[in-house]
Nanobody
C-alpha cells in the first residue's frame, strides 16, 4: 500500500497551489480520502475530506471557500486546490485513505510554505 503526496513547495501569499495524492495497493474507489495538515508546534488537523464516490465533501472552517478537494478514481488520485494562500496555511500536508470496512493509510506528507 502506498499513499504519495506531491505538489508542495514555496508559494507567495495570495497565490494558489494544487496538491495531489496518489494511492496504490488498495481499492482507491472504496476509500474516503482526506487531507490533513500539521503546522509547526501544532497538532495535526483535518483540512478536507471527500467520500469514495466524490459525492460529498467537508472542509475545515478556516479553508471553506478557498480550498477545494476533488478526486479522480480512474487515476487513483485525490487533489487539494488551495487558493488565496496565507502564511497561516504553512504546514506539512498529509493525505489519508480510510476504508469503510477497515484500512487506514497515511502518506509521508508534502511541505507547503507560504511566504513572501
Amino acid at each position: 500500500v502506498q499513499v504519495v503526496e506531491s505538489g508542495g513547495g514555496l508559494v507567495q501569499p495570495g497565490r494558489s497551489l494544487r496538491l495531489s495524492c496518489a494511492g496504490s495497493g488498495f481499492t482507491f474507489s472504496r476509500y474516503v480520502m482526506s487531507w490533513y495538515r500539521q503546522a509547526p508546534g501544532k497538532e495535526r488537523e483535518l483540512v478536507a475530506g471527500i467520500t469514495s464516490t466524490g459525492g460529498s465533501t467537508n472542509y475545515a472552517d478556516s479553508v471553506k471557500g478557498r480550498f477545494t478537494i476533488s478526486r479522480d478514481n480512474a487515476k487513483n488520485t485525490v487533489y487539494l486546490q488551495m487558493n488565496s494562500l496565507n502564511p497561516e496555511n504553512t504546514a506539512v500536508y498529509y493525505c489519508n485513505a480510510k476504508g469503510y470496512l477497515g484500512g487506514d493509510y497515511w502518506g509521508k506528507g508534502t511541505l507547503v510554505t507560504v511566504s513572501s
